[in-house]
């Protein structure tokens, strides 16, 4: 496995990253291919005559669809940094190129932003 051109990695265990990042990974595609198959609970939302009829169900599918895109981004996330494993930049920022601290990739091992640029996007 190649490793990453950079000395900021020296306490991080690449193997051992790569293990959780995988299972992460796993886990992730279990739960957005469970919510995608998940059955329709109809087509077209209905609503009554009496306020509040099929407001619970709208809000359940709102609910539903967030939660599907957060999967979604966060397993971008980790096979982003699953390929910055494969490709020995594990580690550095994609946009500086900079060293991403350690502590944050312990914190967050599926970081591909140093923590500057990882506020900036956030702005």
Same mark, same amino acid.
């Given at each position: 496995?190649?490793?990453?051109?950079?000395?900021?990695?020296?306490?991080?265990?690449?193997?051992?990253?790569?293990?959780?990042?995988?299972?992460?990974?796993?886990?992730?595609?279990?739960?957005?291919?469970?919510? +995608?198959? #998940?059955? !329709?609970?109809?087509?077209?939302?209905?609503? %009554?005559?009496?306020?509040?009829? &099929?407001?619970?169900? $709208?809000?359940?599918?709102?609910?539903?669809?967030?939660?599907?895109?957060?999967?979604?981004?966060?397993?971008?996330?980790? +096979?982003? #940094?699953? !390929?910055?494993?494969?490709?020995?930049?594990? %580690?550095?920022?994609?946009?500086? &190129?900079?060293?991403? $601290?350690?502590?944050?990739?312990?914190?967050?091992?599926?970081?591909?932003?140093?923590?500057?640029?990882?506020?900036?996007?956030?702005?």
């Amino acid at each position: 496995m190649p490793r990453t051109p950079t000395d900021a990695l020296p306490a991080l265990d690449l193997d051992e990253v790569r293990r959780g990042l995988e299972a992460r990974d796993a886990e992730l595609r279990e739960r957005i291919g469970v919510m +995608a198959a #998940a059955p !329709e609970r109809g087509s077209t939302l209905s609503f %009554g005559k009496r306020i509040g009829d &099929g407001t619970i169900e $709208a809000v359940g599918r709102l609910t539903d669809v967030g939660v599907g895109t957060t999967l979604e981004l966060e397993e971008a996330r980790v +096979a982003r #940094a699953l !390929e910055k494993l494969d490709d020995g930049t594990y %580690g550095l920022c994609d946009a500086c &190129g900079r060293p991403i $601290a350690p502590k944050r990739l312990r914190a967050m091992p599926e970081s591909v932003l140093c923590i500057e640029d990882a506020a900036k996007l956030r702005r």
